[in-house]
């Protein structure tokens, strides 16, 4: 158990609609990092927070959007699904910048 | 932009033979990191390499940076079935982005 924790760990919707994933980061880490992992594009970094702040940004699409509270666990929106998106999310969290990161158990989302 | 390539895609072994996983990157950075995940669960790290030149072990599996030929490499040695499993080689951009980018994966598969 590597202490990230997501929810919800599997989640089938239909297209068109939004959805929110949460992530709660290891005691005491401070950055958040959001993966979006598919068949056909691997793992793909999405976006990073610490302390609350947005870090670092990848291939996001806009209808995506994340962010990070002050209690440091953090969310991911997805919007106006469609079924491209259907894929495994995973959240990872560090103590800081250039540091291990480590993997929660993802968020399996199957958009319908 | 980044790229991180990995060879090969795909390793059918026998057990008790070894071989080699390769990472090859596309700009300088100085931080590698192994991970493991098997099918449809987290993933697991496995090793942080930070210098030109380290060397790290664990097990059957060893991990080494050369950071000048931007490659790594991930040694099974005498593998055996519980090492099948997928391995990502993932870098830290340079310009201190905090971003992990990963390796397109090297499916591993032990059999008897």
């Known amino acids: 158990d590597s202490g990230v924790t997501q929810t919800p760990k599997h989640l089938i919707t239909a297209t068109g609609q939004r959805v929110t994933l949460r992530c709660s980061p290891r005691?005491?880490?401070?950055?958040v990092y959001w993966y979006q992992q598919s068949l056909d594009q691997g793992l793909q970094f999405l976006i990073q927070?610490?302390?609350?702040?947005?870090?670092a940004k990848g291939n996001i699409l806009e209808r995506f959007s994340a962010q990070q509270f002050p209690d440091l666990h953090s969310e991911l929106n997805l919007s106006s699904l469609e079924l491209g998106d259907s894929a495994l999310y995973f959240c990872?969290?560090?103590?800081?910048?250039?540091?291990?990161?480590?993997f929660g158990q993802g968020t399996r989302l199957t958009v319908v | 932009e980044l790229k991180v390539e990995q060879n090969p895609l795909f390793l059918s072994m026998q057990e008790g033979k070894n071989y080699t996983i390769y990472c090859n990157y596309s700009?300088?950075?100085?931080?590698l990191y192994w991970y493991r995940q098997d099918p449809g669960k987290s993933l697991e790290s496995l090793f942080v390499?930070?210098?030109?030149?380290a060397v790290k072990q664990e097990g059957r599996l060893m991990a080494s940076l050369d950071t000048k030929a931007r490659l790594s490499t991930l040694h099974i040695t005498a593998a055996v079935h519980d090492l099948s499993a997928t391995y990502f080689c993932?870098?830290?951009?340079?310009?201190?982005?905090?971003?992990?980018?990963f390796g397109t994966g090297t499916r591993l598969q032990v059999f008897p």
């Open positions: 990872a969290s560090s103590t800081g910048p250039n540091t291990e990161a480590f």
């Open positions: 005691s005491g880490d401070l950055s």
């Open positions: 927070y610490y302390n609350g702040e947005e870090r």
């Open positions: 700009t300088t950075s100085d931080r």
């Open positions: 390499l930070l210098s030109n030149g």
């Open positions: 993932a870098v830290d951009p340079p310009h201190n982005t905090d971003k992990l980018i």
